[in-house]
């Protein structure tokens, strides 16, 4: 192995970390990687801190509500490891773009970041790895978001298959899993098929005391099941209960007021509004703003 060396690449993004308002502390690893090989005989590869990339993501998303600076950063990391020949580090990257492009209504960078992390999985050999699993279901979840369910389900349904013979039942992946999985099955009208997901999702989040606010969406969830399967009269009482059971998570006392419950706040709020909550919506979207503001 050689010592730690400096490319062009270095200088060229220098200025972009300026803009970007951040030290190098930020971004160095603790240790300076030392540049190797990823496959014998292959391309030298310079890795991105992906931790750290992550952790300052959370922190401009959750923290400061920050999008546009979440796209600069993520936008950053994309081009710094494909010019580092970092394959790795640009699939987690690409998974992370197309939950942002995704929650931004940019479904052609969603498509997009989608196409990249499946044309990573073979040449890492991680189709059938968790980490590969983890990338069908955001695969999925964009085709959801932009109207192609059936596309979805597929997805979904693959990453399924792994994740079930490879995590422990109790795993939060799996319920994020089932949950997205399910929202799918009711576009497709198989209510049945998505209840029963949803049921599995409960059973992992509500014996999880770090996992309240995941059983709230999953109540919300549940709420738009009826609502579609029933019909407004119908399920006025299946609402009523589920909107109740996830008001009551969001006012408990133990569960953190921190970016992340105003991230959820922010995303609940136009639910219990369409459903007439519309006191709750408004305590939920100034709990949030009082979040962001402090932050």
């Given at each position: 192995m050689g010592a730690c060396i400096y490319r062009k690449r270095d200088i060229i993004m220098s200025e972009e970390k300026k803009e970007l308002g951040v030290s190098a502390e930020d971004y160095k690893e603790p240790n300076c990687p030392f540049v190797s090989d990823f496959y014998e005989g292959g391309p030298a590869v310079e890795p991105i801190p992906v931790?750290?990339?992550?952790?300052?993501?959370?922190?401009?998303?959750?923290?400061?509500?920050?999008?546009?600076?979440?796209?600069r950063h993520l936008e950053y990391w994309e081009r710094a490891a494909r010019e580092g020949n970092d394959l790795r580090g640009l699939l987690t990257v690409e998974n992370e773009l197309m939950g942002f492009y995704r929650q931004n209504g940019t479904k052609e960078d969603a498509y997009l970041a989608a196409a990249h992390a499946l044309e990573i999985l073979p040449l890492l050999k991680m189709e059938e790895t968790v980490s590969g699993a983890t990338t069908y279901l955001n695969c999925a979840t964009v085709y959801k978001v932009f109207g192609e369910p059936e596309k979805a389900a597929d997805n979904y349904e693959r990453a399924k298959k792994i994740y079930e013979n490879n995590l422990d039942k109790s795993d939060r992946r799996l319920a994020g899993l089932y949950n997205n999985y399910a929202l799918a099955l009711c576009d497709l009208s198989r209510y049945d098929e998505a209840e029963r997901l949803y049921g599995l999702a409960l059973d992992i989040v509500e014996n999880d005391a770090g996992q309240k606010l995941e059983a709230a969406i999953t109540y919300l969830n549940l709420a738009d099941l009826y609502y579609a399967k029933l019909g407004a009269e119908r399920s006025d009482n299946d609402v009523f209960k589920y909107l109740d059971m996830a008001e009551s998570v969001f006012d408990d006392e133990s569960v953190p007021r921190d970016g992340y419950y105003a991230y959820v706040c922010t995303k609940s709020a136009p639910t219990f509004k369409y459903y007439g909550w519309f006191i709750t919506a408004q305590n939920l979207t100034e709990r949030a703003k009082a979040i962001y503001e402090r932050s």
């Open positions: 931790k750290r990339v992550i952790e300052k993501l959370d922190e401009l998303l959750y923290d400061k509500n920050d999008v546009a600076g979440a796209r």
